[in-house]
């Protein structure tokens, strides 16, 4: 097979990482497969000129716009702190509305999308983005079906990925593509990160949100369920905790915070539980016990469904060591 060309636009207060991930992800996948038969990658840009990325680090395009006319195999756009709020370069989304022409596959890393989105690409399509502006972006491009849990989603020829990181899984994915998952497992290893994570983004991410209005009924539920997590809470004993029926209890929760009481009793109990695998030893069985849940069997049934990963997973990912606390 030929060498693969892989382009990754570039822009002003680009992420860094949204960069340097993919770009090694490539350059490794060299030294695992036959000559000849690896990745060559450029970065492509308005112009020459030396630009700054958001971490301030100077980097230069290898080709401008102009001179990227196609014929690549895979062309990224990396995202950028600016680009979910800011009208990004309209020379960038000139040269993406021609992505599908110039790419076999075509599609962005974290905010990036919102570059695509501007160049019309996202429409019908699904797709995601870093988990903090996947909302921004249901609602800037709503003709696209956003998917804010996923690591990575691939639509037809389009690619898109959540935040940062995740960049380097879309390209380890794509290598596993072209060259199987034992050469991706390779460059996993020799990268030092996982070839496939386990979960979506919600395990990085705070699974509560604040109601709109801090001194209503609502916030006066959830503070109540937030400082008795451990308790047993019905939907009558919430009410009664306000002086409200159970039926006006659910349809203001619901009007206010978009879930059920139950829902959001069990959201608490989640993040309640992360903070005690994160920062403590306690045994899975007294973390279940302590957050409501009854029994740990309950609790990994409940990260399974809500998280995409087990109570012990979490820990050994997220734990917080005396290393790490300094």
């Known amino acids: 097979m030929p060498i693969q060309k892989v382009a990754i636009a570039i822009h002003e207060g680009v992420q860094a990482l949204d960069v340097a991930g993919p770009v090694d992800v490539f350059a490794e996948a060299n030294a695992y497969v036959p000559e000849g038969d690896g990745y060559e990658t450029v970065l492509v840009a308005a112009d020459r000129t030396p630009l700054r990325a958001g971490n301030r680090m100077q980097l230069i395009a290898d080709l401008s716009f102009e001179e990227a006319v196609g014929g690549f195999d895979i062309l990224l756009v990396a995202g950028g702190p600016r680009l979910p709020d800011a009208e ?186 992360r903070m005690l695998l994160e920062g403590t030893d306690r045994a899975l069985k007294a973390v279940a016990y302590d957050c409501g849940f009854g029994t740990a069997d309950r609790m990994r049934i409940v990260f399974t469904d809500r998280l995409g990963v087990t109570p012990a997973h979490y820990r050994a990912n997220f734990q917080r060591t005396s290393e790490t606390r300094g």
């Not at 160049?119 to 988990?131: E, I, N, S, Y």
């Not at 937030?226 to 619901?254: C, K, P, W, Y």
Request: glycine share 10%; aromatic share 6%.
């Open 88 to 273: 990004p370069d309209p020379r960038l989304i000139e040269w993406l509305r021609l992505a599908p022409w110039r790419a076999s596959i075509y599609g962005s890393v974290c905010t990036g999308a919102f570059a695509l989105g501007h160049a019309g690409l996202l429409d019908g399509r699904r797709v995601t983005t870093h988990w903090q502006n996947a909302a921004a972006l249901a609602a800037r491009f709503p003709a696209a079906t956003v998917e804010p849990d996923r690591i990575h989603v691939r639509d037809g020829r389009l690619v898109t990925s959540a935040g940062v990181t995740a960049g380097i899984d879309l390209a380890l994915a794509l290598v596993g593509e072209r060259h199987g998952p034992g050469i991706a497992v390779s460059v996993a290893k020799r990268l030092v990160v996982v070839a496939q994570r386990q979960g979506g983004q919600s395990q990085f991410s705070p699974y509560l949100t604040a109601p709109a209005d801090a001194a209503s009924p609502i916030a006066r539920v959830q503070d109540h369920v937030m400082a008795h997590i451990g308790d047993r809470h019905t939907l009558q004993s919430l009410a009664d905790e306000v002086g409200m029926s159970a039926r006006n209890l659910a349809r203001h929760f619901g009007q206010e915070t978009g879930m059920t009481p139950h829902e959001f009793v069990e959201r608490a109990r989640i993040d309640a539980a």
